[in-house]
């Protein structure tokens, strides 16, 4: 059987559907119907550069909205674990669960070697037609930028035959989500959890 591929832009990925954060079924092809999804791949709620990064796409989220685009994350995470990070940071977009790590794996976005398995940081931006515009698999602590992917976004909006590419950035948490991602931090280390 092949190895999975990263999706690069010009790629169409297939449907998939996941249960996001409340229990709800969630397919790829209706978050992207009408317009252009960001999907955030973050390692986990208990990582704190997830957490800013993920804080950076809330503030950001009516400009993602401004130029015809949603958000949605996606992560390894349990519903238990994933919907009470969202409510805590107050994420106005779907977190999905990908508990069984099948869509992390089959994107090639899967780190086998932490915890038991995590999503690895990454951010596609993906078409009506599930066509992915942007891809960009990116490190713990250097990550797009919301902003800069709005820029990209308007720019390639407004005709720009071919916008900047977004580069990525440091990310660096804040003392708070830091102390916030600490303790599941140790219980993960200490207990890594089993997969199917």
């Known amino acids: 059987m092949a190895e999975p591929r990263t999706p690069q832009a010009g790629d169409t990925v297939p449907d998939f559907m996941l249960l996001d954060s409340v229990g709800m079924a969630q397919r790829l092809s209706s978050l992207t119907a009408k317009r252009s999804l960001v999907l955030v791949f973050y390692r986990g709620y208990w990582c704190a550069f997830c957490l800013r990064q993920l804080s950076e796409f809330r503030q950001h989220y009516q ?7 949603d958000v949605a994350a996606i992560s390894v995470d349990q519903a238990g674990d994933a919907e009470p990070m969202r409510q805590l940071y ?39 037609g599930l066509k992915v515009r942007f891809s960009s698999v990116d490190s713990t602590a ?9 820029a990209w976004l308007q ?4 005709g720009v035959a071919a916008p900047k590419l977004p580069e990525r950035r440091a ?12 303790i599941p931090t140790v219980r993960l280390t200490l207990f890594p959890p089993k997969r199917p």
């Open 90 to 128: 107050q994420l106005p977009f779907v977190v999905l669960c990908d508990t069984k790590a099948e869509v992390v794996q089959a994107w090639n976005v899967f780190n086998a070697e932490e915890k038991g398995g995590i999503a690895k940081a990454a951010v596609f931006v993906i078409d009506p």
């Open 63 to 69: 400009a993602f909205r401004d130029v015809n685009a």
């Open 142 to 150: 250097s990550r797009v930028h919301p902003a800069d992917l709005i």
């Open 155 to 158: 720019a390639g909006a407004s």
């Open 171 to 182: 990310v660096v948490p804040t003392m708070g989500e830091l102390v916030k991602s600490a």
